[in-house]
């Protein structure tokens, strides 16, 4: 089962903050985050391996809750160079060594 | 620290021809795992390869193969190719499977069928 992330799209100035959202209708185990600028490979953010887990990038953060079966990613003071394409990723039970991707969220960081 | 390098970066196939996709991992990992992934949509798993055995493969057809090799280099097959193979495959390396310590990519083989 896919995991369905919202909003489709991110536009936001320098210094904004932002948050986006990951959800499934199963039960999750960890989470993944990945950004993918255009033309270049997906690069690891995080893993979210428990529930409540919060953990940090520089300024992008990001916390899981195993209950509400949800994961949000916070961008804080966003820069231009957080531009890309964000994706979560979750395993399935019993299966680690798959990841099952979201669709994706577009966020562009404007001057 | 080599990251994931994939090759070729293009390559352009006539539907039924087959093709052969490489990739060779980060330094220190062992395991390799390969994604489709259409214009505008999320990496979908093809399969993974730990110790030269298939480890986990998703939802296509077998005319999909790999290949582990001892240094972990892997290879991609795709026999039979139809227009709907069209995208960018990717390969992603990691230790112990990824769950815990993420995976790498590398940038990818833009493969186009026509």
């Known amino acids: 089962q896919q995991p369905v992330q919202s909003p489709q799209a991110v536009i936001l100035r320098e210094g904004e903050d932002a948050v986006i959202n990951c959800s499934s209708s199963?039960?999750?185990?960890?989470v993944h985050w990945y950004r993918q600028k255009h033309g270049e490979a997906p690069v690891f953010l995080m893993i979210?391996?428990?529930?409540?887990e919060q953990k940090g990038h520089e300024k992008i953060s990001a916390s899981f809750n195993e209950k509400k079966q949800q994961s949000s990613l916070y961008l804080t003071a966003s820069q231009l160079s957080y531009s890309g394409t964000y994706f979560c990723?979750?395993?399935?039970?019993?299966?680690?060594?798959?990841?099952?991707f979201g669709k994706g969220i577009t966020l562009s960081v404007r001057p | 620290e080599t990251g994931v390098t994939q090759s070729p970066t293009h390559l352009i196939k006539t539907r039924g021809q087959q093709v052969t996709l490489r990739c060779s991992s980060q330094?220190?990992?062992?395991?390799v795992s390969w994604y489709q992934q259409a214009l505008g949509q999320g990496p979908q798993f093809i399969f993974q390869?730990?110790?030269?055995?298939?480890?986990g493969r998703g939802n296509f057809p077998p005319r999909f193969s790999g290949l582990q090799f001892p240094n972990y280099s892997s290879e991609l097959n795709v026999n039979a190719l139809e227009l709907d193979d069209s995208a960018l495959y990717l390969c992603?390396?990691?230790?112990?499977?990824?769950?815990?310590?993420?995976?790498?990519f590398g940038s990818g083989t833009r493969l186009t069928v026509v």
């Open positions: 992603a390396s990691s230790s112990h499977g990824g769950q815990y310590y993420g995976y790498t």
């Open positions: 199963k039960a999750l185990y960890s």
């Open positions: 979210l391996l428990k529930g409540g």
């Open positions: 990723g979750t395993p399935q039970a019993g299966a680690n060594s798959k990841l099952t």
């Open positions: 330094s220190g990992h062992n395991t």
């Open positions: 390869y730990y110790r030269e055995e298939e480890n």
